[in-house]
Antibody, heavy 119, light 110 residues
Framework: QVTLRESGPVLVKPTETLTLTCTVS??????????VSWIRQPPGKALEWLAH???????ASGASLRSRLTISKDTSRGQVVLTMTNMDPADTATYFC????????????WGQGTLVTVS | QSVLTQPPSVSAAPGQKVTISCSGG????????VCWYRQLPGEAPKVVIY???KRPSGISDRFSGSKSGTSATLAITGLQTGDEADYYC???????????FGGGTKLTVL
């Protein structure tokens, strides 16, 4: 059974750095073709894709947040870590991690999400 | 503002059919498969259609998807109250190398 689980602080202060961890099971991050994205959703608003790490360790992130985001993976631990610097109240959101095969365009498995409040 | 454009809301009566549109551009919908997600309150999104028109196992055949050019459509027939949810389209933008979503459509079954 494939699962993804997000963990991290529920409350951060403005200007602080957020670090979130996605722990996966049921598949390996070293499997060819398996990648993980971070996606967020402010309360009552739409999904926003943030960043992705591919199976070959290449990374991608959106231009608007690229200067603040770092994504990395620890294959041996089955974890994908997202750091976001200089947090602002506008970054208050539920943060999801989700699996995507490298050649696919859909996120076929999602974590339950973790709500991060910036205040 | 989302890269893909969806209507904010749609509604229909039980048993009826509803369609949700998703409009994009050449490098996202035009060049890549489209996926549709259903999201219930407090839950993570779940795939209902992938690769434009494929249904994952366990998804009712009342759900169907199509794509033409730079637009995609999700259709739900035989509406049930349990279909009420937010629906999002998504794909990859092969020019920007990023994931993109629509702004979401709230489906109300009257």
């Amino acid at each position: 059974q494939v699962t993804l689980r997000e963990s991290g602080p529920v409350l951060v202060k403005p200007t602080e750095t957020l670090t979130l961890t996605c722990t996966v099971s049921g598949f390996s991050l070293s499997n060819a073709g398996m990648g993980v994205s971070w996606i967020r959703q402010p309360p009552g608003k739409a999904l926003e894709w943030l960043a992705h790490v591919f199976s070959n360790d290449e990374k991608a992130s959106g231009a608007s947040l690229r200067s603040r985001l770092t994504i990395s993976k620890d294959t041996s631990r089955g974890q994908v870590v997202l750091t976001m610097t200089n947090m602002d109240p506008a970054d208050t959101a539920t943060y999801f991690c989700a699996r995507k095969r490298d050649r696919a365009t859909d996120f076929d498995q999602w974590g339950q999400g973790t709500l991060v409040t910036v205040s | 503002q989302s890269v893909l454009t969806q209507p904010p809301s749609v509604s229909a009566a039980p048993g009826q059919k509803v369609t949700i549109s998703c409009s994009g551009g050449r490098f996202n919908i035009g060049n890549n498969y489209v996926c549709w997600y259903r999201q219930l309150p407090g839950e993570a999104p779940k795939v209902v259609i992938y690769e434009n028109d494929k249904r994952p196992s366990g998804i009712s055949d009342r759900f169907s998807g199509s794509k033409s050019g730079t637009s995609a459509t999700l259709a739900i027939t035989g509406l049930q109250t349990g279909d009420e949810a937010d629906y999002y389209c998504g794909t990859w933008d092969s020019n920007l190398g990023i994931g993109v979503f629509g702004g979401g459509t709230k489906l109300t079954v009257l």
